[in-house]
């Protein structure tokens, strides 16, 4: 079997875990993180590239729903799949049950990995990202009076209290260096830190083309995919 | 006279102790409230909404326009209680239960202040409990927002609730579209803060 995979480089470290133990050609191609933020602009990159590709069994997305960039994608002209869950934070517990046992009460609480660390997100970068400019930068361009509404504006608090961050830690993957940079952030922002097991397990079904329906949706060609708006399903053909 | 132009520009670039002044300026002149709202304010924030859907403002500079705008509201609040303008309508307005975001909700309701709507904020991570307070406030519509797709799903409850209770319950957020509206059965979406003040009069008007 020959796959390519599209995935987001927030998976980067797992994915090449998993994909040199894996028995499948893999041709992998990480896009930059952070770009749910803009989810109409991913779909449109992620239909692009899907449509271009061919001499492939199969299109495997590194990807979960991601704020709706995968809803309405179509598969080209080989089937595609990714594992039915919200987000990154889902793939990286290992399944759904796990994402919900932690996160049902309060899915807006933030979580990091190796991934979210190495190549930043809205709560490491302090880049060009939408939700990321960075206390100091907001100041130069704001002045302190803006700079704090418009950073406390950007970290929601509930009951006065930001939520706390929960690290997930995959057994595999080496990560002493990027947990001990979130819990230092963390600390500087005032908020709880935690860290959870993760597991590689979905990716590397993923990768093995392991894909239970209930675990995976595979669009086939002429299909797409729709949001559900569920926590069973989270997405179906349409 | 007011420089209703000096006025729009205070707004988009978020100047609120600009906007303050030459409200406060325009006020001790005597200039018509619907005036400084229609001709300055409201256009102002459509406008830096408009540029934020095109990806030409950013969520800062959105934030700081909505200060400036809720700096020039909170002056004229006052007059227009005192005036006995009639108010378009009482809506309650919340972030579903899970969901802490509250930029797109705070401009949802600001707009709808604008518009000469009551409006009851009813903070974020809200259940049915708390949109029900709403209700017994005397909200006869409810604005339900979340950013998440996590966090949507909980609107299918809410709509399930008030469902034959004489109320209506609008949606919108990020990951929310017509079709899940249609799907849950609320009375309304919207994809932006424009369009919501929008939504809620053809409501209000067909009601």
New interface residues.
Partial sequence: MKYKVISCNVFKREIEYAAARSPYSLEIEFLELGEHA??RELRRKLQERIDAIDGFDAVLLGYG?C??AT?GLAAGKVPLVLPRS??CCGILLGSRKRFEEL??????SPFGSVGFVEHGDYYFSDGEM??G?GYAA?VE??GED?AR??WD??H???DGRL?PITFIAIPEIPCEEAMARCRARADEEGRAFQVETGSLRLIRGLLAGNWDESEFLIVPPGRSVR?V???NE?IRLA | MTDFEALRAAVIK?KRNDVAAIVQAAIDGGEDINLILDRGMIPAMREIGDKFSR?EA???EL??AA?AMQAGLALLEPLIAASGRKSMGKVAIGTVK??????GK?LVAIMLKGAGYDVIDLG??CDITKYEEGVKQGATIIGCSSL??????YM?EVVAYFKDKGVKVVIGG??V?QA?AD??GADGYSEDANGAVKLIDSLLKTA
């Fill in positions: 803009r989810p729903l704020g709706t809803d919200h987000d996160f049902a009460d309060m899915p807006s939408l939700f400019d907001l361009q704001y803006d509404y418009i504006a950007m929601p608090k509930l939520q949001q708006g569920d926590w989270i | 978020g990806n950013y969520v800062p934030l700081i200060r899970g969901d802490l975001h509250d930029i705070n974020v991570n998440l797709t996590t966090t949507m799903p299918k990020a990951p579209t899940y799907e849950i």
